[in-house]
């Protein structure tokens, strides 16, 4: 290429830069260009930027935004430092080793040895399920946290022995290797045990100890060659009350406290150094009654009692109340602390602290109305205990506008409305330990126990039921006689079936009273004050609970009002997606109800709970509880919306939440049949009866299309009755042929309102009868699982 050649291809590039540079200029400043020198590097570009030198200002500005890029990063290093190093480390779950040898109904082989053949999973699941039954329904439930079969051992065809842990968190229940022990010795002892079917284990055999009470092994560097061992006992500390001594929550209403805390902290000195960011979310005012709640978490109230003092929580809907508002702020660590499922709840009868202002609440909402209605309106009862006709340190019947003495309980005369204080006079309990703790809010039992000691209650009294003066005047066939007259005697009289099974055993327990029959063949049963220096007591085991029944209503007391009352509807549940009432449901089971699918469509992600025990949608109640809905199972009838719920756990059946009947598969139903149906006031959000009866099905083909599965009701009493409103998801239950009994008949599958005009609207509902065989089968395959 020649010299003149290449002079054009230059000035053609710079004619080129030139116009470009010209066209995206837009500033009408002068630009400075200085054309480098000719070589070979500096070819390819004629043109370079001259750079202008910083300013002060600039430098000041730059010098203050690393300044403070420095401090952020030396704050982000200080807190990791002390999140990783100085924050107290929370102690897990506390864990005991256990193992027990099965005589009869299982024998040990070569493949159990081995954890990774199939026939030792299969063994150890059955174990395991077994175990997790018996400790779920125990005293233990609430920091039950689950077990684990480690290992399975012993001679070939003969007995196994079966090596397993049982996780407790001591955050909620305070319970030592002896209470364990004990509550698998009872089980084992009785003769037809029911979680230990089929199986026979000896009770020598068991023995239950402290994980951290087993031999540590602790390696020292004394020696850098050779490392020596020291085994070391941790010894097991039991929970003890301790002076309130916070400043800062010295307003509880209690002066003693125990550690650790709800928060794990271990000492008032770990409490003083954590307060101040609980301190910040009190004053965040995230939630009316966070300093309640905060202050019981970390300076829970303590009952003395027994071998270990007892931590006392917040209730379970406070706990949730408080989640609700305060949730969001808490770190991680914190919100997996507090959970809310852990907390007792206050129908439950463990003591807890419920929510405190609930009357003060009823008049900031208007509902003055219901203070001293005769219907409980708050939990811890005070919107009724504090009127004229209940006075200080008398108990609330529950129903009405009646208090008595706590010796009135059980003293031969009906004084509650409803006779609930002269029933539950002879019972089941686990203990006398476990019935003093329970907190008394009325004379209605708080939990229907299935199998326990029989224990007579009078006035305020107890006394477990001594065998030793039976055997002592009657022959064996005579004692064993006296004592199924006893056994099915209570069991119907608590409302069970039908006795499963008796026996006499040793009591345990240390300090319990005792009572002797007087007479074992006078027409009514009547006990005495004895001594029992055997020890000797009976145990009895129900079958399951009759359905249907309103445990709340006596011979004398069968008039169903209009506006429901605590006990009138046990079966009856409200369906809640993320606090909203939505839809209802009716109690077929301990874990399982009956709905519609028409409540969940559109709503797969949704967070819904079910609230059992409640009349009024604005109010709480001691008796209320509220469970997670963990799944749902369609029906498989074609032209059927009915779906069976899953509760996350079982309820505790009480007189407040029991279930209901389910009818026979070929049940016709006569026009004259006795139906009811329940819905909610529009203006007072108060549960109330509607009577139905059965209708021609062309009277709802207006209103719906219906099928073979439909129902078509109208209103017994017409457009007068018509003052609520159902929801979908009501059911329609009928006494059919026992007069005492409910049945469920029908579902609905959606709202029905009232018509505008006040004309009658004929109401339609999905059989039930058809889905029967298909419930059963579902509620037997789970309970089986």
């Given at each position: 290429?020649?010299?003149?050649?290449?002079?054009?291809?230059?000035?053609?590039?710079?004619?080129?830069?030139?116009?470009?540079?010209?066209?995206?200029?837009?500033?009408?400043?002068?630009?400075?260009?200085?054309?480098?020198?000719?070589?070979?590097?500096?070819?390819?570009?004629?043109?370079?930027?001259?750079?202008?030198?910083?300013?002060?200002?600039?430098?000041?500005?730059?010098?203050?935004?690393?300044?403070?890029?420095?401090?952020?990063?030396?704050?982000?290093?200080?807190?990791?430092?002390?999140?990783?190093?100085?924050?107290?480390?929370?102690?897990?779950?506390?864990?005991?080793?256990?193992?027990?040898?099965?005589?009869?109904?299982?024998?040990?082989?070569?493949?159990?040895?081995?954890?990774?053949?199939?026939?030792?999973?299969?063994?150890?699941?059955?174990?395991?399920?077994?175990?997790?039954?018996?400790?779920?329904?125990?005293?233990?439930?609430?920091?039950?946290?689950?077990?684990?079969?480690?290992?399975?051992?012993?001679?070939?065809?003969?007995?196994?022995?079966?090596?397993?842990?049982?996780?407790?968190?001591?955050?909620?229940?305070?319970?030592?290797?002896?209470?364990?022990?004990?509550?698998?010795?009872?089980?084992?002892?009785?003769?037809?045990?029911?979680?230990?079917?089929?199986?026979?284990?000896?009770?020598?055999?068991?023995?239950?100890?402290?994980?951290?009470?087993?031999?540590?092994?602790?390696?020292?560097?004394?020696?850098?060659v050779v490392a020596q061992t020291i085994i070391t006992m941790a010894p097991y500390v039991p929970r003890r009350c301790a002076p309130l001594s916070l400043r800062y929550c010295n307003n509880l209403p209690y002066n003693v406290t125990t550690y650790p805390n709800a928060l794990q902290h271990r000492s008032i000195k770990e409490v003083r150094d954590n307060v101040i960011s609980f301190r910040e979310l009190v004053d965040a005012e995230c939630y009316r009654h966070a300093y309640d709640f905060i202050c019981q978490l970390l300076q829970?109230?303590?009952?003395?009692?027994?071998?270990?003092?007892?931590?006392?929580?917040?209730?379970?809907?406070?706990?949730?109340?408080?989640?609700?508002?305060?949730?969001?702020?808490?770190?991680?660590?914190?919100?997996?602390?507090?959970?809310?499922?852990?907390?007792?709840?206050?129908?439950?009868?463990?003591?807890?602290?419920?929510?405190?202002?609930?009357?003060?609440?009823?008049?900031?909402?208007?509902?003055?109305?219901?203070?001293?209605?005769?219907?409980?309106?708050?939990?811890?009862?005070?919107?009724?205990?504090?009127?004229?006709?209940?006075?200080?340190?008398?108990?609330?019947?529950?129903?009405?506008?009646?208090?008595?003495?706590?010796?009135?309980?059980?003293?031969?005369?009906?004084?509650?409305?409803?006779?609930?204080?002269?029933?539950?006079?002879?019972?089941?309990?686990?203990?006398?330990?476990?019935?003093?703790?329970?907190?008394?809010?009325?004379?209605?039992?708080?939990?229907?126990?299935?199998?326990?000691?029989?224990?007579?209650?009078?006035?305020?009294?107890?006394?477990?039921?001594?065998?030793?003066?039976?055997?002592?005047?009657?022959?064996?066939?005579?004692?064993?006689?006296?004592?199924?007259?006893?056994?099915?005697?209570?069991?119907?009289?608590?409302?069970?079936?039908?006795?499963?099974?008796?026996?006499?055993?040793?009591?345990?327990?240390?300090?319990?009273?005792?009572?002797?029959?007087?007479?074992?063949?006078?027409?009514?049963?009547?006990?005495?004050?004895?001594?029992?220096?055997?020890?000797?007591?009976?145990?009895?085991?129900?079958?399951?609970?009759?359905?249907?029944?309103?445990?709340?209503?006596?011979?004398?007391?069968?008039?169903?009002?209009?506006?429901?009352?605590?006990?009138?509807?046990?079966?009856?549940?409200?369906?809640?997606?993320?606090?909203?009432?939505?839809?209802?449901?009716?109690?077929?089971?301990?874990?399982?109800?009956?709905?519609?699918?028409?409540?969940?469509?559109?709503?797969?992600?949704?967070?819904?709970?079910?609230?059992?025990?409640?009349?009024?949608?604005?109010?709480?109640?001691?008796?209320?509880?509220?469970?997670?809905?963990?799944?749902?199972?369609?029906?498989?009838?074609?032209?059927?919306?009915?779906?069976?719920?899953?509760?996350?756990?079982?309820?505790?059946?009480?007189?407040?939440?029991?279930?209901?009947?389910?009818?026979?598969?070929?049940l016709v139903l006569p026009t004259t049949a006795h139906c009811t149906t329940l819905g909610w006031a529009r203006n007072r959000e108060q549960l109330q009866r509607v009577q139905v009866k059965v209708a021609d099905r062309q009277k709802c083909e207006n209103v719906s299309i219906s099928s073979v599965n439909s129902i078509c009701t109208e209103t017994i009493h017409g457009h007068n009755d018509c003052n609520e409103e159902e929801f979908a998801g009501s059911s329609m239950v009928c006494k059919t042929s026992n007069p005492d009994k409910?049945?469920?008949?029908?579902?609905?599958?959606?709202?029905?309102?009232?018509?505008?005009?006040?004309?009658?609207?004929?109401?339609?509902?999905?059989?039930?009868?058809?889905?029967?065989?298909?419930?059963?089968?579902?509620?037997?395959?789970?309970?089986?699982?």
């Amino acid at each position: 290429m020649t010299v003149s050649a290449m002079d054009n291809n230059k000035s053609t590039r710079r004619s080129s830069w030139e116009s470009k540079m010209s066209i995206s200029t837009v500033s009408t400043k002068s630009r400075r260009y200085r054309k480098p020198p000719s070589s070979i590097i500096s070819s390819d570009s004629d043109i370079r930027f001259t750079r202008g030198k910083l300013t002060s200002q600039t430098r000041c500005g730059c010098c203050i935004i690393a300044t403070f890029l420095l401090f952020l990063l030396l704050a982000a290093a200080s807190v990791y430092v002390g999140y990783t190093y100085f924050l107290p480390e929370y102690p897990g779950d506390q864990i005991y080793r256990a193992t027990f040898r099965v005589t009869e109904g299982d024998t040990f082989s070569t493949e159990l040895a081995d954890p990774s053949t199939k026939r030792f999973q299969e063994t150890s699941r059955d174990y395991k399920e077994r175990l997790n039954l018996l400790f779920r329904r125990s005293a233990i439930k609430h920091g039950y946290r689950g077990t684990e079969v480690l290992a399975l051992d012993g001679t070939e065809d003969e007995d196994l022995i079966v090596h397993f842990d049982i996780k407790v968190d001591p955050t909620y229940v305070g319970i030592s290797a002896e209470d364990l022990e004990a509550i698998l010795a009872n089980e084992i002892s009785v003769e037809e045990s029911l979680f230990f079917r089929n199986l026979t284990i000896d009770a020598n055999s068991l023995e239950v100890k402290p994980s951290d009470a087993l031999p540590q092994m602790v390696t020292t560097t004394a020696n850098p060659v050779v490392a020596q061992t020291i085994i070391t006992m941790a010894p097991y500390v039991p929970r003890r009350c301790a002076p309130l001594s916070l400043r800062y929550c010295n307003n509880l209403p209690y002066n003693v406290t125990t550690y650790p805390n709800a928060l794990q902290h271990r000492s008032i000195k770990e409490v003083r150094d954590n307060v101040i960011s609980f301190r910040e979310l009190v004053d965040a005012e995230c939630y009316r009654h966070a300093y309640d709640f905060i202050c019981q978490l970390l300076q829970p109230g303590c009952q003395s009692g027994g071998n270990e003092d007892r931590m006392v929580l917040p209730c379970r809907s406070f706990c949730r109340d408080f989640m609700a508002g305060c949730g969001s702020r808490l770190s991680d660590k914190v919100r997996a602390l507090i959970d809310c499922s852990n907390f007792p709840e206050f129908s439950s009868g463990q003591q807890c602290f419920s929510r405190p202002g609930c009357v003060d609440e009823l008049k900031a909402k208007a509902l003055s109305p219901r203070i001293c209605d005769g219907v409980i309106d708050c939990s811890d009862l005070s919107d009724e205990k504090s009127c004229t006709y209940c006075a200080a340190n008398q108990l609330h019947c529950g129903i009405g506008r009646t208090c008595i003495q706590t010796n009135q309980r059980c003293d031969g005369r009906e004084d509650c409305p409803d006779g609930s204080d002269e029933r539950g006079c002879l019972s089941l309990v686990p203990s006398i330990q476990q019935l003093k703790s329970i907190q008394m809010i009325s004379p209605h039992e708080t939990e229907y126990y299935p199998e326990g000691v029989v224990v007579f209650n009078e006035k305020g009294e107890s006394g477990k039921l001594c065998t030793e003066s039976l055997n002592k005047t009657l022959s064996g066939n005579r004692t064993e006689e006296v004592l199924r007259t006893v056994a099915v005697s209570l069991c119907r009289a608590l409302s069970y079936q039908d006795v499963l099974s008796f026996q006499v055993v040793q009591d345990s327990e240390e300090g319990s009273p005792y009572v002797k029959i007087k007479d074992p063949f006078a027409d009514d049963i009547s006990f005495l004050q004895s001594k029992c220096p055997s020890k000797q007591v009976l145990k009895v085991q129900c079958e399951e609970l009759e359905c249907g029944l309103q445990s709340t209503h006596t011979k004398t007391m069968r008039v169903l009002q209009k506006m429901a009352a605590h006990g009138d509807w046990p079966w009856h549940v409200a369906l809640f997606k993320e606090e909203v009432h939505i839809c209802d449901g009716i109690l077929l089971s301990s874990s399982w109800l009956a709905t519609t699918t028409s409540c969940f469509q559109g709503q797969p992600k949704a967070e819904w709970t079910a609230k059992f025990g409640i009349v009024r949608l604005a109010s709480t109640s001691p008796w209320e509880q509220e469970r997670r809905i963990i799944g749902m199972v369609k029906s498989p009838v074609e032209g059927s919306t009915i779906a069976l719920i899953r509760l996350d756990q079982s309820v505790t059946f009480n007189d407040f939440v029991r279930p209901v009947c389910l009818p026979a598969a070929k049940l016709v139903l006569p026009t004259t049949a006795h139906c009811t149906t329940l819905g909610w006031a529009r203006n007072r959000e108060q549960l109330q009866r509607v009577q139905v009866k059965v209708a021609d099905r062309q009277k709802c083909e207006n209103v719906s299309i219906s099928s073979v599965n439909s129902i078509c009701t109208e209103t017994i009493h017409g457009h007068n009755d018509c003052n609520e409103e159902e929801f979908a998801g009501s059911s329609m239950v009928c006494k059919t042929s026992n007069p005492d009994k409910w049945t469920l008949i029908g579902i609905t599958n959606w709202r029905i309102a009232c018509a505008k005009n006040g004309m009658e609207r004929p109401r339609m509902y999905d059989k039930i009868g058809s889905n029967v065989d298909w419930i059963r089968e579902t509620i037997s395959s789970s309970n089986n699982t």
